[in-house]
Structure formats: structure tokens, C-alpha cells
């Protein structure tokens, strides 16, 4: 079975603080991939990152860094120097080699206070 | 940019009628989805469809819901005789390869709020 877990169901922190989002995944599957979505207030689901299970190489994109470490099964997001802007809530998600589809975490909301 | 386009954004509707959630899915995309989120919880799988059939489903894809691709362009799911508990945000999604089988990013339409009443 497959499995996300999102610890922290609510974060909030004061702009320009760096902020870590937690996320532990369960899954059999020797391939698979990980997936971290943004769901602002306004309420779309918008793509963040994908990584797969071979690729254990930390990625930066601007202020957001993702830490993918497979002996703890896990796929943290850090955002440094948050913005108010960054206030959403934040999915991480799994897929593996045989399916078709993306399971979901429960999500973080993340607020960031001016 | 392409974007996956739902509509309507919002519909509204009587326990027991029939609805129909439209979809235009991103166009060089194979594979489709539908998820649903109750309000505040998480985003649930439906359904997955690829080369004019259902590839998988979940548990709650029940004998209630269907999808179709009429046409060339637009995706939809049909929700038979909708019950209260079918109010939920439904999103609509497509990739260019399968999530699993390839690990293609799904890109997700802006949703339709469906309320019962």
C-alpha cells in the first residue's frame, strides 16, 4: 500500500523566516515518484517539483529547496525567506512505477504573517 | 502556457439529479484523471482514463459515477443521481505520460465546487 503522511497540518511563521514542510511516504514500489503541489487560497493545484526514486540529488529552484532522502522516506520542502505570497496550503504526493494515479498527503497550510 | 480548463466553476444541485463536470485537457496529453477534495481534506484519486478507457479507480468510483471522452477535446464526469455527500471541489487533470509508469507531472484544472442540496 502507499502512503503520504503530512505531519504538520498548520504552520505559521513570520515573513522571511525559512520554513520546513515534513513529508514521509510509504510505498513497496522499487521506482516511484515523488511530487510536491501548492494549493493557494484561491484553490488550483499548482505543480511544484518531481522527483523520482533513483534521483536522490537535493534541488533548488529560487527560495524553494527540496531534501529527498530515501533511508528515512522522506521528501522535505524548505522555503527560505518566506513571503506572505508563499501562504497556501502545500501537498506532497506519491506515484509508483504500476499506477496510474498520484496519492496524496494530507497538506500543510502554511501561513505567513507580515 | 497550456492549461486544463474546467467549467463550470461552480454548480449547484438537488440531491438525486444527474451532473455532468466538463473538462478541456491539456491537448498533446494521454492521460486524464479526475480527484475530488471535500472541503479543508485532502485531494482523493477517482479515476484515471487513457486510450478511451478507465486505466484505474478507487473505491469511491462507484457504479454512480462514469466518464466519457465524447470528442477529440473535452473529458467529463457524470455523477448518476448525486447524494449530499458528493458536495466536494473536483478537479479535473491530464499528463503526457502516466504519473506512475513514466513519473509525469499531472497538471491540475482550477476545479468545480459542487454543492447538493
Known amino acids: 500500500a502507499q502512503k503520504v503522511t503530512q505531519a504538520q497540518t498548520e504552520i505559521s511563521v513570520v515573513e ?23 494549493q493557494p487560497p484561491s484553490g488550483e493545484l499548482v505543480f511544484l517539483i518531481r522527483r523520482n526514486s533513483f534521483d536522490e540529488q ?27 505570497v508563499d501562504s497556501a496550503v502545500y501537498f506532497c504526493a506519491l506515484s509508483g512505477s504500476s499506477a496510474s494515479k498520484i496519492i496524496f498527503g494530507s497538506g500543510t497550510r502554511l501561513s505567513i504573517r507580515p | ?44 484519486f477517482l479515476v484515471s482514463f487513457y486510450n478511451n478507457e478507465i486505466s484505474e479507480k478507487s473505491e469511491i468510483f462507484d457504479d454512480q459515477f462514469s466518464v466519457e471522452r465524447p470528442d477529440g477535446s473535452n473529458f467529463t464526469l457524470k455523477i448518476r443521481s448525486t447524494k449530499l455527500e458528493d458536495s466536494a471541489m473536483y478537479f479535473c487533470a491530464s499528463s503526457q505520460d502516466g504519473t506512475g509508469v513514466y513519473g509525469t ?12 442540496v
Open chain 2, 1 to 44: 502556457e497550456p492549461e486544463v480548463t474546467q467549467t463550470p466553476s461552480h454548480q449547484v444541485t438537488q440531491m438525486g439529479q444527474e451532473v455532468i463536470l466538463r473538462c478541456v485537457p491539456i491537448s498533446n496529453h494521454l492521460y486524464f484523471y479526475w480527484y475530488r477534495q471535500i472541503l479543508g481534506q485532502k485531494v482523493e
Open chain 1, 16 to 38: 522571511k523566516e525559512d520554513v520546513t514542510l515534513d513529508c514521509v511516504y510509504e510505498t513497496r514500489d522499487t521506482t516511484y515518484y515523488l511530487f510536491w503541489y501548492k
Open chain 1, 58 to 84: 537535493n534541488e533548488i529552484s529560487g527560495r524553494y529547496s527540496w531534501n529527498f532522502q530515501k533511508s528515512t522516506s522522506s521528501f522535505n520542502f524548505t522555503i527560505t525567506a518566506s513571503q506572505v
Open chain 2, 105 to 116: 507531472e499531472a497538471f491540475f484544472g482550477q476545479g468545480t465546487r459542487l454543492t447538493v
